[in-house]
């Protein structure tokens, strides 16, 4: 089996670029951010039509020409060593059919982000290329766990990440290896049936998602069962799954691991035999510990829970 390919680690003053490539930002949301970077010893490079706004039915971060340039620069530009989206939201599937990697794939980087950012890490890994499943520069002022930004910072200087979690009620015990693959359930979902969806065989599949009503996240949920995902897969990893349902009738709207959608998931997979992590600290809260998409995962499942990359 072919390795997926991990860029090199990044030197003191490499260039990290800073892109928006769905929902549009405000300056003031990213200065904390971009502080942020220039102090970890690394110089941030602002994508041209970062703080771009376009309104047609949803507020981009540009239009589609003006985001599909940002990226495409991002990605290919000999000078940047990584690429970090300011945030998710929606537009990243308008990209996909316009990436240009013909450079990038003789100079790969690290791609950083999560929720929307999800077809775009499906892509890269269709071509062979890890990406970092992590805090977007936005959410730093938002009050998010200093940890989530160190962690991602460990990944560019090629520290290994490893985790220790205490168990989830609703975990089942196992030892399982494999590529990691995954990110935003909606975005899987959206992606399910097209040439650009993640390659489920083997694989190991983390899920996270945000403000769905319960009957949407069974919905997903069973597309994914009608599709083959869970015959396919060598294992489970639920994280965050918050401000589920109604705000009014669910008690744990804020929390981070919604008890309701941890239980409905469960119920819905029990019939497989794969183990199953929940509570990975990793999705739409403010623990946000970056995941590898497409590193090769070590999944210990007992009283406690290891994972490595």
Known sequence: MKKNIFPEALKKGAKIAVISPAGAVDASQLEKGIEMIRNKGFE??????LYAKFSNGYNYAGTEKERIKDINWALNDKEISAVWASRGGYGCQHLIQHLNLKNFTKNPKW????SDNTVIQSNLLKKGFASIHGQTIKTSSFGVTEESYDLIFDVLKGKKLKYAL???PLNKPGNIEGVLVGGNLALIYALLGTSYSFDFKGKILFIEDIGENFYALDRMIMSLELAGVFRKIKGLIVGGMTNMGDEKDNKDYEESFDGFAYQLISDRISKYKFPVVFGFP??????????LIGGNANVKVADKVKIEF
């Open 44 to 49: 941030p490079v602002l994508g041209e039509h």
């Open 166 to 168: 205490k168990s989830h």
């Open 111 to 114: 791609y950083i982000g999560y």
């Open 282 to 291: 990793n999705g739409h809260i403010k623990d946000n510990r970056p995941l």
